[in-house]
């Protein structure tokens, strides 16, 4: 069974600080692996999509490395603003014999003005 | 390019009632999702579609829970009865094809089971 942990579960920076979101997975048999933001009371919004053949993505302000080997991702935000504060999941589709995403708790992050 | 549509937004329910979602996926996409959101979790993926054919139902719980997906567009999830531990929110996703697509969610339906 695939399973992801994402740390922090909960963060608070300044506005304008650059951060990082990191998230692990145990089976590294992974197809692709998304990252989502999700903010209170909505649905899930895609930010980026990683292939498994690619190390990273790039969407404005917003980074996603992907370490398929050591299971691992990290999504990096640059001059973070209070519209950035939601959680933030994770989820690797496949691995342990599933075609699923699986998804991390998320990390919460909120961005003070 | 209309996103994916759920109905109704916010349900509450007594237990060993029933209820039912609905959801209308991005026109064009093959794989329709159904998940289930505890407060503070990560969604659970319940069934996906391949049009209309079911692709993976393992974590549905079959006792109480039915999905279809009609024409291999719109789909309907159903609970009957409900339990108190249902409380969740539904979210219902969709994606081209299955692997190596993309998944775009609708707003989800929050459940409230009394």
């Known amino acids: 069974k695939q399973e992801v942990t994402q740390i922090p579960a909960a963060l608070s920076v300044p506005e304008g600080e650059n951060l990082v979101l990191n998230c692990s997975f145990t089976d590294s048999a992974i197809y692709n692996l998304q990252w989502f933001r999700q903010d209170p009371g909505k649905g899930l919004t895609s930010l980026l999509l990683?292939?498994?053949?690619?190390r990273e993505q790039t969407s404005g302000r917003l980074n996603a490395s992907l370490d398929k080997s050591s299971g691992r991702s990290t999504l990096y935000i640059a001059a973070s603003q209070p519209g950035d504060s939601a959680t933030y999941l994770c989820?690797?589709?496949?691995?342990?014999?599933?075609?699923?995403?699986?998804f991390g708790k998320g990390t919460k992050l909120s961005v003070i003005p | 390019e209309a996103g994916v549509a759920q109905s109704p937004r916010y349900k509450i329910i007594e237990k060993r009632q029933s209820v039912a979602f609905w959801c209308n996926p991005i026109s064009g996409h093959a794989t329709l999702y159904w998940y289930q959101q505890i407060l503070g979790q990560g969604p659970k993926l319940l069934i996906q579609?391949?049009?209309?054919?079911?692709?993976?139902d393992s974590q549905l719980p079959k006792d109480r829970f039915s999905a279809e997906r009609l024409k291999g567009v719109d789909s309907t999830l159903k609970i009957q009865p409900a339990k108190l531990e249902d409380s969740a929110v539904y979210l219902c996703?969709?994606?081209?094809?299955?692997?190596?697509?993309?998944?775009?969610f609708g707003p989800g339906t929050r459940l409230t089971v009394l």
């Open positions: 996703a969709s994606s081209l094809e299955g692997v190596y697509n993309e998944q775009f």
């Open positions: 579609f391949q049009n209309n054919g079911v692709v993976d």
């Open positions: 989820a690797p589709e496949g691995g342990a014999g599933s075609y699923q995403l699986t």
């Open positions: 990683i292939q498994s053949s690619q």
